[in-house]
Every structure is written in structure tokens, then in C-alpha cells.
């Protein structure tokens, strides 16, 4: 099979989608591919905070004055998807008084609105804060969530014409005469939506250009054409809290260092993080003195954490990027500013840029710079609109309508819906039949699900982080075989079946750096009611041993 | 001084009830105190026994065969030969004609929501023309507006486990619920208040049916009729009717709760629930009191002897930190390894160690120390309190817990009787 198309975006992360709804938006003709899900790089796997910039307002101004830029455009553009929490920066007796008030006045410089709190004060405002916070500085942080952000900037591409193929990994850059002139590509499943157990299909995908937005994986990519990429992957964990123990992100106020926020998200609080250089993005040890260490610094912060629930952790790995004359040590040493390189300027090879390094935060100015410069090549002088242009969901979105009547479904429910989904709510919720609720804990209906599944196909994950369906307390012991349900009738039963594992297995994936407390117990009744109740360990079809079904009791000789 | 029985069972649970009333047979005064409601309404109201080796092996035709076979520390072969016959003999007693089995030593497969078939000793009533042995072709049936249970999957997956009948499925709306009604709890309720309902429900069934013998239900048919509102069904619709045992919230397990507690009340057992323990006297040997916090007051209880019955990491008998499992009532050793990261293995369904987290115990059923030594000679455990298995892989659960309840209750029974002849 073989295609062609104006842009080839490699990679479904913030960066990728972000670059092909600019490039759409400039009448572009562009295809992205990504090799999981959406997201299934860093930006799903990153704290949710909505950087104000304080926290670089002292070592890298640059970067402090972008993230304010574009936190200011985000609360616009991603209505939906941000949550306008504030933040703080807490100091304890251990930190610098020096550093807090370079802190303040790097936010000052940096056109930050910063504002001085006393202990007391900040603690009004978080009252789980340590009686030994001193004083804190109060930025205009936010939460943002990173899957909705992500999908909604590649329904837009998709909406104005772009290609978006997930589950569709590069297996080759195409270089002919000192120019990448495409990629070839693996459909696990064949292209469009995914299906599972439906056989993979290659394809060669000519372009008249080619982005490499891989993030920590730009460096393979780069690898197929001999290009050295020196990107540095560095991994952080992240640990979730059960509920919100904090409603505003609370940083420690201090130099660089680990176990330093706490960012509320949704229900949840996620506690970041550590920052350790790794060889291969993909395979990197996910160890506990992590998880503990975070526990243990934020309690020093948020006394409650030490012995709060927390429902599992997960790591990502950033994509810091240095020129390779800077040559840091330390990965917290790495810039997080992000390069554009031209390989033909770079390498003598036409036809490829790749852009690496820098944070979510700025994932649409960099965008925007990936876009300007592809521009500039094909002679386009469309200018950038994705500043201005709300994203779906974005648009005319009228937070106090009561949606509880309009769509028979029950407060908090309804609002928690109308949350995820913005003004997309009416398109998804207006239905004739039931619409129950199929996951309890973050209260996701039928209705969601299955606009989620037309989108994503019968890749469960992907239908998980569009409605954060089994991404609550239970972790999906309760809900993760009725969202397999969700798939009929569209889907056969072994399609469902297999999707129903590949999730099960990824909720148990980040589970495993939760089990003790509540959690244990939590883990053990998901594995009672998926062991014993449903069979599905010791299941014939599971299994593909044949069982004597005449050799087991048929019933007593008096029952009917 | 001191509330006194002879024997104080702590939990309420399958294996604290068996112990309590296999205690009171023996001429026992015996007190039940549970910390909440029990866990068996969460349950698929099942008697599994075993149903696959700890190796993995199985389906098991025979488990008494296999129970025989078990290692040594498996909560089976420390309760005894005896313990599992005498502990089911007890259930067959108490659930009468409402559970289904006793007549074989032979496991049943039991179709699951999923469509899976899980082997089980004793089974409702409700659930028997259902067992996936009887070659008859079956119509399952989902109601709209529901989760848990989509029959159209359901019947494919049976085909592919390899059921020996045919399996079509359909989908109906329950008569008279609206959509915020749609739980198992309300079906049920409609279902035993009004017979126009199964009328309306049959009918709705029945242009479905192409011939098949036997129709299937999720476990909804009623809590407290189920015999009469099949009966009403599987006339209307001319074919045998069946449920099938769905998770949490599960009317088979509110049934089986109800019909236990009535069984303690006629065996003069006195229960009282939501009274957690919170601490306790002991001796180096013996417990002597344990305090219960009655709302907000702690009252001190007095027993000759004891049984822990309290469950396992669900029911809050075993419990852990970042650092360590323990058993916050008497705290008794639980061996664990001292790693938290050698808890779990990385497959979802594999081989973990929280999942046999409990205490292990001598052959008298007593708690022991880390050296080896019992805890306090009075003082036996029952149940999923117990280490050295993976019920939910075994599918032993409610098995062990019927034979080491009753094994426990009647030791603290018998031993409490020599005590008081040689005083």
C-alpha cells in the first residue's frame, strides 16, 4: 500500500497533534502518524500542571516568559481542558530566604503576577499545608489535563481534512538523493480506527516534507536516516492520590530539586517528581525508592500524604534536548527549552526537521514555530491562527447550563460530563436510549464511551484517557469489563475480549506502586472479582485447554 | 466486669458464621462481633471448594480428591481430613433447598456475567438448569440500560470456551423501571412485589425464544422469592429458567446473607454488628479480654476462647503499610516478604504473593509467631484471615472458609468443655 501527502507529522503527543492542526489550519495537506495511542508518550504521562512560569522564573527567564505567554492562551483556546487552580510556592525553615526573594523577583521580571502570602494565609487557602510553612508566593498556575488537550488538537486536524493514524509506528524514513521524501509505516491493525486481532498492514507514505515531533524517541527516528539526535530521555515518577488533599498546586519553594509539587487534577492529586537520565526511553527501571521519595519530601509540605491512599504511579520520560557542546551532567542541569533542527541546514539532508526538547506548557508555541518554518519552505504565508481559534469543546461553552434535566442524567454526574466534555456535551449526550452510568468512580456514561469508541476504536486505553473511565479509585476492578460491553455490537467478543486484557493489564501496570493501605485491599477485590467471580484467569477460551464439560456435575437428579 | 461467653468469634463473614454456629452445636454460649456488614453480599453467593490446583491445573472434577492433596500449610490440610465434608455438611443443613450440589462430590461449571464457566461445589438453586454440563440449547437474556452483563458477548464467549449447546442472546427493557432505576436490587424488588411484572417481563422475552429449553437471567430474579418469580417465569415462557451470578451489588450473596443470619439467630448465637474490635488483654498464653468500641465507648468482652474470622485484605483482617503486612486485631504474624516490591508479580493475573497474605497456623488452627511458637492457645483463625492460599485462583474461598470456620468453632467448643471438666 502506498500514499502520499503534503506534511508527514511523526508522533501523537502534545507537540505532534499541536503541529498538524497548525499546519491544517494553514491549508496544509497533513498526516500524522503515532505509533500507540494518543498520548501514549510523555504528554500522557506528565503531572498536569499548567506552568504560570515561577517555576523558572529564577533559572531560566526564557523559558518562565514563554509559560506565561502561553498559559494565557491556553485558559482561552483549551477552556475545557484547564482548570485555573493558582499555585504556590511554599517555603519551609530549611529553604533560602535568598531563593524566595529571587523567586518573587524573577516572576516580577518575568511579567508573572506573583503575590506574597503569610503561613497563615497560605493555609487558609490549603489548609493541609505544615504549620511550618512560612510564608508562599502565589502564581497563576493551573491544572490542565493533557489527554483532552491532545485529542481535541487532533479532532480539530482531523476536522479540517488531516490524516490522524494511530497504532502506527515508523518502521523507515524514505531517503532518496539526500532527501527524506516519506516514511514507512506498520498498522498494528490496519489503518483508520483500531481493531483488535485484525491483521497489521505496511505503508509507505510519501511526503513532500517530514516532522519528526517523537519526542523522547526523536533520537530513533533520527537513527534511520544516520542522523544523530542527541536527545537526552530523562525519567520522572508521578504518584496519584485518591482524592485532592489540595485544590491549588502547591511547588516547594526551593532550587531544582526532587519530590517538589503536588498538582491537583480532576479528583485526583499527582505528586511529582524525579528527574533521572535514562538510555532508552522505553525500557527504564520504575523503582519504589521513587514513589517513596515523593511521599515522603511532599509530606514534609502536606503532612497528610504520609499515610493517604494513592492509587498507582506512573513514570514519563522527558525529551531534554542539549547541544552537544553543553555536554550537562546532571539532567535537572538540561535546559528545558526546546531546538528546531533543520537536518539540511544540520546534516545536508532535505526534506526533515525535528523538534525536541521543551514542555507541554509551550507545546503550541513550538508548534507554531515547527509550522512557521515548514511554511517558509513550501512558500505558504498563511499565518498562525491557533492563538486565537478555540479548540472543539472550547467554543461557547456556558458552564452554568443545567444539564442535569436536559440529559436525564443525575448531579454530580452530569456536571462531571459536561467537565470533560465543554460545549461538545450536547453532540455526545443527546440521546434516545439509557445512558448509564458504566464507570462509578469518575462517573462516565454510556453516551461518552461510545463517542469515545467511534473515535478511538476498540482500543480501550484510548477510550480511558478520552473519559477517564477506570482511572479512579478502583482502578477499574469494577468498570473495566463493562467498558469491554460498550464495544457490542460494533466489535466481535474476541476483539472485546483482548481489548478488555490490554486494559486490565495497563491499570494493573501503574497499580503495582500502590499496594499497600486502602489500595491493597482495593487490588485484592479487583483481583476476587475478576479471579473468582468472572473466572477469567483460569478461562477455557483464555486458556485453550478443552474441558470434559460431561465429566462435571449436570445438576441434581430431583432439580428441574 | 466483663460481657462472657464461652467463645467470641470476631467477624461476620462466611467463615466467622460457620464458626460461630458450628460452636453452638457443640453446647457453646457464643458471640458474634463484626466490625461492619459482611463481605458476602459483595459475593457471588457461589460455595466454591477448589477449583484449580495452586499449580494452576484445573478445571478440578473431584476437589475432595484434591483437597487431599494439598501442601502442607494450605489452610485445607491444616483444618484436617474431615473439616471440609463436616463444614459443607453444615451448609447443606442450613441452606436447605435454596442451594444445590450436595448430591455429587463433583464440581459444577457454572456460566459466568463474562461468559466464562467457573467450577463450584454448591450452587443455588436459581443457578442449576443453567450449569454449562447440560447439553440444552440456552437463550441468555440482558436488560437495557445495564453494564454488567452484555449477553451477546457473553454467548459468543461460552461458544469459544467451548460449551457443549447451542447459546443465542437478546436483549429485552425491564418492564416498569426507569433508566435511573435500572440496578439489580430494584429488578429483583419488582420482580418478587408484583406479578404483572414477570407477566410483562415474560412476554417481552419470549418472541426471542427460537426453541431453547432454558433461559437465562442475570442474578436478579427476586431476593426474597427467587422459586416463585422462576416458577411464574419459566411457565410463561414454556422453558426452564436460570440466573446467572453477577458481581457486586449481588442479590445470590444478600440471599445467602439473609439466610445465614436467620440461621444464627435460630442457633442462639448473638451477634452484634458494626462494633469493631479495637484492642485486647492477653496473658503470655491466653486472651483474656478484648475491647469493643460500641459508638465511641469501648466495653470490655470476656471469652474462655476465640476465633479470628476476620477476612482477608478485603475484609480488613490482614492489612499493610509501605512497610510491612500485619493483623491489626491480635496482631499475629503474617509472613511477607520484606520487599513490597516482591508483592505482586507484573501480570495482572500472576502468581502474587499479597493475594496469600494471612496468618499461618498449627494443625489446632492457632495463630504463630515469627519463631514458630502459637500466638495464645486459645485463640484460632478461620477464613480468609489465613495465609498460604490464593482463593480467588483456587477458587477455594468459600470452601476454606466452611471448613476452617467449622473446624476453629468446634475446637474453641470441645476445648472450652475439657477446660471446664478438668476445673
Known amino acids: 500500500m502506498a500514499s502520499s501527502t503534503s506534511v508527514v507529522v511523526i508522533g501523537g503527543g502534545s507537540t505532534g497533534t499541536g503541529i498538524a492542526r497548525d499546519l491544517t489550519m494553514r491549508g496544509l495537506d497533513v498526516t500524522l502518524v503515532e505509533r500507540g495511542t494518543l498520548t501514549d508518550g510523555t504528554t500522557g504521562r506528565m503531572h498536569g500542571l499548567l506552568h504560570s512560569g515561577g517555576r523558572y522564573a529564577v533559572s531560566d527567564q526564557k523559558s518562565a516568559r514563554e509559560c506565561i505567554e502561553e498559559n494565557r492562551v491556553l485558559r482561552d483556546i483549551a477552556s475545557h481542558c484547564v482548570e485555573e487552580t493558582g499555585g504556590l510556592f511554599a517555603k519551609l525553615p530549611d529553604d533560602g530566604e535568598d531563593y524566595f526573594e529571587e523567586k518573587l523577583q524573577g516572576c516580577r521580571d518575568c511579567d508573572i503576577p506573583a503575590e506574597v502570602l503569610s503561613g497563615d494565609e497560605a493555609r487558609k487557602l490549603e489548609p493541609f499545608l505544615s504549620e511550618d510553612v512560612e510564608k508562599a508566593i502565589y502564581v497563576p498556575d493551573g491544572a490542565v489535563d493533557p489527554f483532552r488537550l491532545c485529542v481535541a488538537n487532533a479532532a480539530d486536524a482531523q476536522e479540517r481534512g488531516a490524516r490522524i493514524e494511530t497504532h502506527a509506528e515508523v518502521t523507515d524514513l524514505l531517503v532518496e538523493d539526500d532527501e527524506v521524501v516519506g516514511v514507512e509505516v506498520r498498522h498494528e491493525s490496519g489503518p483508520g480506527t483500531h481493531t483488535h486481532g485484525t491483521s497489521g498492514t505496511t505503508e509507505e507514505l510519501r511526503a513532500d516534507y517530514v516532522v519528526n515531533a517523537a519526542g523522547a524517541w526523536t533520537g530513533e527516528i533520527g537513527a534511520m536516516a544516520g542522523l544523530d539526535v542527541e536527545v537526552r530521555p530523562s525519567k520522572g515518577v508521578m504518584t496519584i492520590m485518591n482524592v485532592r488533599q489540595v485544590d491549588t498546586v502547591v511547588n516547594r519553594c526551593r532550587p531544582k530539586g526532587d519530590a517538589d509539587i503536588v498538582v491537583p487534577h480532576e479528583t485526583t492529586a499527582i505528586l511529582g517528581t524525579t528527574d533521572e537520565e535514562v538510555s532508552d526511553p522505553d525500557d527504564y527501571p520504575e523503582e519504589q525508592w521513587e514513589v517513596d521519595l515523593v511521599i515522603d519530601e511532599l509530606a514534609k509540605l502536606l503532612p497528610i500524604l504520609r499515610e493517604a491512599r494513592t492509587i498507582r504511579s506512573f513514570w514519563g520520560v522527558r525529551p531534554l534536548y542539549e547541544p552537544p557542546d553543553v555536554a550537562s551532567e546532571d539532567p535537572t542541569d538540561i535546559t528545558r527549552d526546546f531546538f528546531l533542527l533543520d537536518h539540511a541546514e544540520r546534516d545536508g539532508l532535505d526534506g526533515l526537521t525535528t523538534i525536541v526538547g521543551g514542555k507541554f506548557t509551550t507545546y503550541r508555541m513550538m508548534a507554531e514555530t515547527v509550522a512557521d518554518h515548514v511554511c517558509e519552505k513550501f512558500g505558504v504565508r498563511a499565518s498562525c491562527a491557533t492563538a486565537d481559534v478555540p479548540l472543539p469543546g472550547s467554543d461557547d461553552f456556558d458552564v452554568l447550563r443545567d444539564y442535569m434535566d436536559e440529559f436525564g442524567l443525575r448531579s454530580p454526574i452530569g456536571r462531571r460530563s459536561v467537565q470533560r466534555l465543554g460545549s461538545r456535551a450536547d453532540e455526545v449526550l443527546t440521546t434516545d436510549e439509557p445512558n448509564p452510568v458504566v464507570c462509578e468512580c469518575e462517573a462516565v456514561t454510556r453516551a461518552e464511551l461510545r463517542d469515545a469508541i467511534d473515535d478511538s476504536g476498540s482500543d480501550l486505553n484510548a477510550v480511558r484517557l478520552r473519559t477517564r473511565a477506570s482511572m479512579g479509585n478502583c482502578q477499574g476492578g469494577f468498570c473495566c469489563h463493562r467498558m469491554a460491553n460498550e464495544l457490542a455490537p460494533d466489535y466481535d467478543e474476541p476483539v472485546a475480549r483482548e481489548a478488555l486484557d490490554d486494559l486490565y493489564q495497563e491499570r494493573w501496570k501503574g497499580q503495582r506502586h500502590a499496594l499497600w493501605g486502602q489500595q491493597l485491599s482495593q487490588a485484592m477485590l479487583n483481583h476476587a472479582l475478576h479471579a473468582t467471580t468472572m473466572n477469567r484467569d483460569g478461562d477455557p477460551a483464555r486458556t485453550g485447554e478443552a474441558v470434559a464439560f460431561d465429566a462435571f456435575d449436570g445438576g441434581s437428579p430431583d432439580g428441574d | ?423
Open chain 2, 1 to 423: 466486669m466483663a460481657i462472657e461467653d464461652d467463645v467470641l468469634v470476631v467477624g461476620g463473614g462466611l467463615a466467622g458464621i460457620t464458626a460461630a454456629i458450628a460452636g453452638a452445636r457443640e453446647g457453646a454460649t457464643v458471640r458474634l462481633v463484626s466490625a461492619t456488614k459482611s463481605t458476602l453480599r459483595q459475593a457471588s453467593g457461589l460455595i466454591d471448594v477448589l477449583g484449580y490446583l495452586p499449580d494452576g491445573t484445573g478445571p478440578v472434577v473431584d476437589p475432595f480428591d484434591a483437597v487431599a492433596d494439598l501442601p502442607e500449610g494450605h489452610p485445607y490440610e491444616r483444618a484436617g481430613p474431615d473439616a471440609l465434608a463436616d463444614g459443607l455438611a453444615l451448609f447443606d443443613d442450613l441452606a436447605g433447598d435454596h442451594y444445590r450440589g450436595s448430591h455429587t462430590d463433583r464440581n459444577a461449571l457454572v456460566p459466568t456475567t463474562g461468559g466464562t464457566v467457573k467450577p463450584t461445589a454448591r450452587y443455588p438453586a436459581t443457578v442449576e438448569p443453567g450449569l454449562a454440563s447440560r447439553e440444552e440449547a440456552t437463550l441468555l437474556v440482558g436488560f437495557e440500560g445495564t453494564t454488567d452483563f452484555e449477553p451477546s458477548l457473553a454467548a459468543t464467549h461460552l461458544d469459544a470456551a467451548g460449551v457443549p449447546f447451542e447459546v443465542r442472546a437478546a436483549t429485552v427493557s425491564f418492564p416498569d423501571v426507569t433508566a435511573e432505576d435500572a440496578t439489580a436490587t430494584r429488578f429483583a424488588h419488582l420482580l418478587d412485589e408484583d406479578p404483572g411484572v414477570r407477566d410483562r417481563l415474560a412476554e417481552r422475552v419470549k418472541p426471542h425464544l427460537a426453541g431453547e429449553s432454558r433461559v437465562g437471567f442475570p442474578a436478579v430474579l427476586g431476593q426474597e422469592g427467587p422459586e416463585s418469580v422462576r416458577t411464574s417465569l419459566a411457565e410463561a415462557l414454556g422453558a426452564s429458567v436460570f440466573e446467572i451470578p453477577t458481581g457486586p451489588p449481588s442479590v445470590p450473596g444478600l440471599r445467602l446473607e439473609n439466610l445465614l443470619h436467620d440461621a444464627l439467630a435460630d442457633e442462639g448465637v448473638r451477634v452484634e454488628q458494626g462494633n469493631p474490635v479495637v484492642d485486647f488483654d492477653a496473658t503470655e498464653d491466653r486472651v483474656e479480654t478484648v475491647t469493643v468500641d460500641r459508638v465511641g465507648n469501648r466495653v470490655p468482652y470476656a471469652a474462655d476462647q476465640y476465633v479470628l474470622a476476620t477476612g482477608g485484605l478485603v475484609g480488613g483482617g490482614v492489612e499493610a503499610d509501605r512497610e510491612q503486612v500485619s493483623e491489626p486485631v491480635f496482631d499475629c504474624h503474617v509472613p511477607h516478604p520484606a520487599d513490597r516490591y516482591e508483592w505482586f508479580e507484573d501480570d495482572a493475573f500472576g502468581e502474587h504473593a499479597f493475594a496469600r497474605f494471612g496468618v499461618d497456623v498449627d494443625a489446632q488452627l492457632r495463630p504463630l509467631a515469627a519463631d514458630g511458637t502459637t500466638e495464645y492457645e486459645n485463640l484460632r483463625a478461620a477464613g480468609a484471615v489465613l495465609g498460604g492460599a490464593d482463593f480467588a485462583a483456587e477458587k477455594s474461598g468459600s470452601g476454606v472458609s466452611l471448613a476452617t470456620g467449622f473446624a476453629a468453632g468446634r475446637r474453641a467448643a470441645t476445648e472450652l468443655i475439657h477446660t471446664e471438666l478438668r476445673q
